[in-house]
């Protein structure tokens, strides 16, 4: 007697990312109730029925990629007439100044549900199953979170939603911006229903004061959250800092207490040996997202220095290029050419950043980032069309990193439910979706080209 099962992944090449990094050649995943049921060797059809049968057969089966940081935001900026309005930024400050400060002013619910939606539709097409996200919307505080879950909910995700707490303006907009992320985490988090948790994020350093750390560290032990903090993307950070308070950002961080296995610190570019081993002793966590440090011009963190050590490094794409290959592979690239040494990074390391790594950094490596009986069903089944090489055990990171696309995506299952079956959205209307987000899009254009300007204030 067969055992039944909702779906079953049949004879796939499954790379499982257990701690063992087993991947087998011909292999077979069973999923029930929302959770991986069995692991096994062959078609596992002599096991189990289902009427979802995937045939694996010239597939590779992974689990869901994770992306550690992104801000949906950022995908409403593509080919933007902003660009062309604005004096080109020469710098990091300029950047936020001219660009996303001038952005997220603009920012309400209307817009932010549209670039949750986007950056939802975007996510699951490359295969990525959950994330991190960060608004920064300072005239639109209160309940603006509700408005993405909205959307991240219609596309089917899991995911991490937060507001970006920041005092640039004034110090009350950073504290509002913090109790929006608690209200968002007592709704949330403890629900095991909802897919869609929150988590504290405070913008930058040179953005919020000692009392602003203080109340999110508060906050997050008191909830059991994580927190999220830009962490020396720019040098305007580190001379912040050692201006102000006579330590560098992180070496400040280490003073305030806050450095800790549920903080996240985004970029670490400018972070030097010192501070690295702060993060070492601390078990603080760090998200790599190489596509927007190059298009910020902003350098290079030491991430093989950090591996090397045993930090845990996560994947995003900082809301630039919501495409998980393509970050892989600037992750596997960027390190390279920065240290002109082609033997840093393999791809191992850099499809562990993408799934488990990540997961860590959620504090969800018991339930997701690997494939294995228990853990939750986010899957994501490969169907790469035209490899170049034979697929198999020995070759498919070197594959996932250098040449899968999110074209070879076929089908992406979250929580045991389809989200793109054989490339078709499940739960939604593609066409109708885009068609909203791109109206929204044109009103903020608009409104931004009538009405945008320099957002030159920052915290004194
Ligand atoms: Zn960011």
């Known amino acids: ?118 950056g939802s539709i975007m996510y699951a097409k490359s295969g ?60 949330n988090n403890r629900d095991p229903k909802k897919r869609v948790k929150g988590a504290i994020y405070l913008h930058a350093s040179f953005t919020v004061t000692d009392d602003l750390f203080k109340l999110a560290m508060e906050i997050a032990e008191k909830h059991d959250a994580l927190i999220a903090i830009h962490t020396e993307e720019g040098l305007v950070d580190v001379y912040h800092n050692i201006e102000r308070y006579g330590l560098r950002p992180i070496e400040r961080m280490e003073k305030l207490g806050f450095l800790s296995p549920r903080v996240h610190l985004v970029h670490a570019v400018q972070a030097t040996d010192e501070e690295i081993a702060l993060i070492k002793k601390r078990g603080a966590h760090v998200a790599h997202n190489p596509m927007s440090n190059m298009l910020n011009a902003v350098g290079v963190p030491k991430i093989p220095k950090m591996l090397e050590l045993g930090i845990n490094v996560g994947l995003g794409d900082d809301g630039y290029i919501f495409n998980i290959f393509e970050n892989m592979r600037a992750a596997y690239l960027i390190h390279k050419v920065w240290n002109l040494d082609p033997r840093l990074m393999t791809p191992l390391q850099v499809v562990e950043m993408a799934t488990v790594n990540s997961a860590k950094m959620f504090h969800q490596e018991r339930e997701l980032g690997s494939i294995e009986p228990g853990k939750k069903a986010d899957l994501v089944v490969i169907k790469p069309r035209t490899p170049s ?60 080209l009538a009405e945008g300007k320099y957002q030159l204030d920052y915290l004194k």
């Open 1 to 118: 007697m067969r055992e039944k099962v909702d779906i079953l992944i049949s004879n796939t090449l499954l790379v499982t990312m257990n701690n063992e990094r087993r991947v087998v050649p011909r292999g077979f995943v069973a999923v029930r109730d929302g959770v991986i049921v069995d692991v096994g060797v062959g078609d596992g059809r002599e096991k189990y029925s289902s009427e979802e049968v995937i045939d694996g057969a010239k597939t590779v089966t992974v689990p869901g990629f994770i992306s550690a940081h992104t801000h949906f935001y950022g995908a409403l900026l593509t080919g933007s007439p902003w660009f062309g309005r604005i004096e080109p930024p020469s710098d990091f400050m300029q950047n936020l100044q001219r660009i996303w400060w001038a952005l997220d002013v603009m920012l309400c619910h209307e817009e932010a549900y549209a670039a949750a939606l986007i």
């Open 128 to 187: 990525v199953t959950n994330f991190f996200d960060n608004i920064s919307a300072p005239n639109c505080i209160e309940n603006i979170l509700d408005s993405m879950e909205k959307a991240v909910n219609e596309v089917g995700l899991r995911g991490i939603l937060s507001f970006e707490a920041t005092q640039r303006r004034s110090i009350e907009e950073g504290v509002r911006g913090v109790r929006e992320n608690e209200r968002f985490i007592v709704k």
């Open 389 to 448: 090489t034979p697929v198999n055990e020995k070759t498919i990171y070197a594959h996932l990193v250098n040449s899968f696309s999110s074209d070879d995506v076929d089908t992406v299952i979250v929580d045991g439910r389809f989200v793109v079956k054989e490339k078709k959205f499940v739960n939604i209307d593609l066409d109708k979706a885009l068609e909203k987000v791109h109206r929204v899009v044109e009103k903020l254009w608009d409104r931004m």
